[in-house]
């Protein structure tokens, strides 16, 4: 396989996964918009899913105040913030094109009717309730792209780079999401693990579609330690990191073994899998969530870059 | 040859005196007779299209728009704003090609490549036909077309252009011209196979009632092909691969369709390299090698270092090695000379020169300007003439005397008068019709017919090519970019 | 007379290079005014280059020298023969016929100027035409190191009337292929008249007669050349004859040397 393809088709992945991921945040902030205002306004939640989305500073630079409309425009329909909704598509679309010879018929007219049919959705169109069922579609979409791939690649290496880029942009987008509930909305690092309000508890897991498995693992109201803790170290958990870098190593593994040799890559996602296995959760808190988190960030991106080194992409 | 165009320009003019060409122009229809009889070839279509419901016919092409944009067949169309991808219009109704009609093409066709193949070899090597004087050395070598590096070497099977789509027009019963010989990087093959696949789809009833012949060993015949020119430094299996400038251009579609369907590699300029004297394509596991490279990049990209220094397209040192023998460009460079509008006028005598044969389709009657005689009579006539700049291609540069203003005639003769060795002329052509599916049920609308042309260790005619038909009432245009759209081509066995 | 030549091309990047492809013209030919009696290219990869006879019938080497590195040498040295000849190349063996040296190149087009210079050169033999060419643009444009570049065309250098040899070469032969004369681009050496070192890689045209076959025209020195010259390679113009064209993948800011030296050689015959 050519290391462009394989550029493509790890890029393609990560931009359908962040698809997805920022419109389940922007479900969240829409969310929380429609809830009683408890003082301090909408502002800072939609302020905390920008920083989530990583689109922060891009929105700053082109807005100048924080308002609902404005937001969830940028989020998703937005043409210069690349990473709303339609970039993500056009750019996973454009990977998918420069590949179509390594996608299976299935995988492109997902992806292709996607983006064909987000290109008919007028911004103006989603007024007064229709959003939750439009990022729905958003979702569902993503699933049914995952599912062509899951039901018709070829376990080889198209395979394993289609869910090497989906596998780290996920733990990516959960790391983000659990530092700034952490660290944005708490004022300060000593109220970490204090009490807070169930509600911002539930959109932390809502916008993982996990509120509901986790009361089946926990059995318990939501507790930060047990959130954090099910986002991070629970290997059942399809979106947390010790989950993600399952797969990330078992595709590496998988590379490996077809291309005859032990790769950087893969001896870095090993050593991250042991750490995530052995470290107990109270050593992580102990330390400070928010340095682990932003560690963590880093090695998942040094793991991005060697894998583009050691297969070559351009 | 002079008398032989004055003769068809009368034709063409008495055809104009009995009617106004706007109004009642007498076109040849390819289904029905000039008594209204349908000719034999399309009875089964006919009593076909007798039995479609207007509305059944439109859910129909509504079907096979929602086919063809699921499989992402667009071109791209530059500044356009709205979106840079569109569909080729896919007209429901095919055309009919006869078994003894295609046979005549096929002759054709095969002498008409088999003797350009000869004139190009001949024309980087001893320049007999220029010896000779069958044609001018300066329209040759002086040609911008014409590639002096290409001089002294001989491609594997002495074979320069292996991938042809030759363009024919019909005007009568009999009455066949070849328009354009295409024989750089001709496109199109991939939507004459997609239409084939979205007609079987649609109306498998049809085929069931016909013998149609199969288009779909292309891909395979393809392979063949290149697989017959692997250089001489390739000692096992050749690997085989389809080099595209990217998804930004607008048959990037058909490179990616063509590379699947023959189940190699699509590279880019970026993919590639060359290594101690061997070209490869970087993997994921390093690099694997490249024998013989089927290019969709035009000649001037290919090689930074030996053409255009700014190209990041093509691969440096590309040139070099193909003419070391390290790898086979098809098609090769330099093959633009042989289908130069100018060079055109000519082809009947380069067939004659090489195979000793009378030309068996003919030319379109074309008066060469650099020649003072035919330059005058285009002069008298511009008004009835399409006039076409030698260097430049389709479309640019050109006068359609019987739509132009008069402002745009005496530009065009001043253009003339001033380089008229930049100029040929040709009398319009009376396009034939097909009858197609035009919303309010079918009418006839114009067409023309591209086969593709595989040459290698043999000559392979895919039966049949891509018809483009100009979708608008009365359009002579059939280009995709200006309305035109594509049938299904059946060629009808025995 | 025997020359020793010692050719040396360096590149230096500020940032290495990881993949490097050299397309070598640097290989001078045998003929009626010069045999070769040694000569070696000296760059990594040379023995596994791509090597063809070109159209022009130059020899060329490809050549792509392994690793990244953040310099690149290539060093061409030998020792030729030479036969004052009084400018006669004669028949050289090439693919390409005399009328292909009549295309207008982007290099060698000309303006009214220089066409109007050609006409006054025009005399009934051809030879005579080329000599006053020659003397025409040898007193017309002036020497001058500062005042062009390598991309510099024939009719920016006329209008400056200033260049170098490469300008002087291009005018030259703009000037007689719009006289109907078959001219051509020429890189060699030159050992300056009156010296028994010089550093000079030189450039020249050269244009067809019917009897003669291929005659030397050095514009920049008025002359035609004579022993002290040794032809390299040709083309249509500087772009198809250069002895080195490279490209690096990778590579940071270049900075180029090229260095030639020239020596009367010692030989025991003289």
Redesign the interface.
Known sequence: ??????ASLYWMSRYIERAENIARLTEVGYRISLTPDIGIGHREDWKSTLIAAGSYEPYLERHNEITSEKVKHFLLFDRDNPSSVRSCLETAR?NA??V??ALT?EM??AL??TY?DF?SVRPADLGSGKLPEFLDWVRQRSALFRGSMLGTLLRD?GFHFSQLGAFIERADNTARILDVKYYVLLPTNETVGGDIDAFQWETILRSVSAHRSYRHVYKDRYRPWNVAEFLILRPEMPRSFCFCYGWIERSLEG?SD???KKTASLTEASSILHDLKTIPMDAIFQSGLHEFLTEFLKRNNSVSAHIAND??F? | MVALADGMMNTQASAKNKGSMKEAPAFFDEMRSADGSIRPAYQKIADWMGQQSRGGMARKQEEAEAIFRRLGITFAVYGDNASNERLIPFDLIPRVIAAQEWRFLERGIEQRVRALNLFLYDIYHRQEIIRAGRIPADLVVGNEAFLPQMMGFDPPGKIYSHIVGTDIVRTGENAFFVLEDNLRTPSGVSYMLEDREAMMHLFPELFAAHRVAPVERYPEMLRQTLESVAPPSCKSDPTLAVLTPGIYNSAYFEHSFLADQMGVELVQGSDLFIENGTLYMRTVSGKERIDVLYRRVDDSYLDPLAFRSDSTLGVPGLFDLYRAGGVTIVNAPGTGIADDKAVYAYVPDIIEFYTGEKPILSNVPTYRCSIADECHHVLDNLSHLVVKEVHGSGGYGMLIGPHATKAQLAEFEKKIKAKPSNYIAQPTLNLSTCPSNVGAGSAPRHVDLRPFVLVGDKIRITPGGLTRVALKKGSLVVNSSQGGGTKDTWVLED | MLIAVHHRTAYRYSRAFNHSVQSLRLFPPSGQSQRVIEWHVDIPGIDQAARYIDAFGNQVALVTPPGSNDHLEIIAHGTIETIDTAGVAGFTQEAVPPSVFLRPERMTETSSGIESMAKACQAPARLTTLHNLLGAIHKTVAYDTQATHALTTAIEAFKAKRGVCQDHAHIFIGAARILGIPARYVTGYLLVEGETSSVAHHAWAEAYVDELGWIGFDAANGVSPTERYVRLAVGLDAVTAAPVRGNMRGAGEEKLTVEVVVDAAHSGQQ
């Open positions: 396989m050519l290391g462009r393809t394989a454009n094109r420069a179509r010879t018929r492109w007219e292709n009717s064909i290109a290496e590379m077809i291309i005859g297969f070559h351009l």
